[in-house]
């Protein structure tokens, strides 16, 4: 089986970008023949790619897209594997991406990272149509399988759910050795993890650290990241600085530290491996995926939230705690709640490793090649019984 990936692709610092690499070497790791990528990059040349990437999309350079499309029919691979993401591709609310679909003569599967239940009418028609042009959509969630229906009038039968997938757990050891570097003897730490932006709703966990330290003065919370490319182009580090001046005016310098570094891969795993609390107090309540939280699940570490979409489904079954937007009493006390009493942490602990037993990239991997493998076994069977259909003029 010959598959092939066009997605933001490393060393572009993007959650798209890890997703595709991880999916790829999930899909090699199954020894699933080449797996050629097409990686889609803001300007030429932009980054030193690896031999993996067969071609470079520019963004708004709408031939690239038709280019891509015909080297992937010459290339006959069994299908093609599309990450889809707002603001990634080119045109009006990613357009572009439709030339590369409509230039295709091979499977396409296009993965959803995020279906928006009240979209603009442009984005509703591009990921309608994209769609369209797809054999089958995967989506992270079963409410996003609703919301393509419902939303974008795609038949719930064309629609796939499939996890997020997570990688291994780093070396027991690395996690201690970490903790010491961080700082964290005799603290519980909680962390956030990710590229800095104002949807994170990092301002809520910080209302929240300050309401909980009184019972909990060994808390010790970890922003981790850069901030996002986008976000430091546009308004710099306003955000962060923003964020730093209402963390001193809470007097929580004890209590929060802020490491502005883009994390590869590995130290994601091991960071969040460290924490005793994964905290995703993102403001939206359409978010449908979240890389991070499947990792934190995955991991096993106990988690507070609040209940966008993603995360509902995913803590569902006890593998956290739900909090409501904008609610900084609770989330202070839920963080006191597991803070203070290590024998829950370990229950929950405990049921978020189970959930994220079933979300390892060996197994998510399988998943998408049993997807490429039904479709090739159907439309086989589609020739076979036309071949079968005697000619009417041989009556």
Known sequence: MKLAIVSTWPPRRCGLASFAAWLRAGLSDARHGPLPVVAVSKRPGEFPYGPEVIFEIVQEDPESYREA????????????LLQH?????????????????SELEVPLITTAHTVRSEPTPGQREV??????????VVVMARRAVTLM?????VPASKTVPIPHG?????????????RRTLGARGRVLLMTLGLLGPGKGIELALEAVALARKKCPEILYLVIGATHPGELAYRGEAYREALVRRTEALGLEEHVRFINRYLDEDEVLAHMAAADIYITP??????ISSGTLAFAVGLGRPVISTPYAYAEELLSRGAGVLVPFGDAEAMARAIEELATDPSLREAVSE?????????????????????????????????????????????
């Open 69 to 80: 499309a015909r080297l992937l029919n010459q290339a006959a691979v069994d299908a093609v």
């Open 85 to 101: 993401e707002y603001g990634i591709y080119g045109g009006q609310d990613g357009r572009m991406v439709l030339e590369l679909a």
């Open 127 to 136: 990921l309608s149509r994209l769609a369209y042009r797809s054999e089958r």
């Open 149 to 153: 229906e419902s939303v974008y009038g």
């Open 166 to 178: 997570v990688p291994a757990p780093p070396p027991a050891r690395r996690v201690r050795e970490l």
């Open 282 to 287: 993102y403001p939206g309540r359409e978010q």
């Open 351 to 395: 049921r978020a490793a189970r959930v994220g037993a079933t979300m390892g990239w060996p197994r998510v991997a399988r998943q998408y090649a049993a997807l490429v493998a039904g479709l090739q076994e159907t439309r086989t069977a589609h020739v076979e019984v036309k071949a079968d259909v005697p000619s009417l003029r041989s009556r």
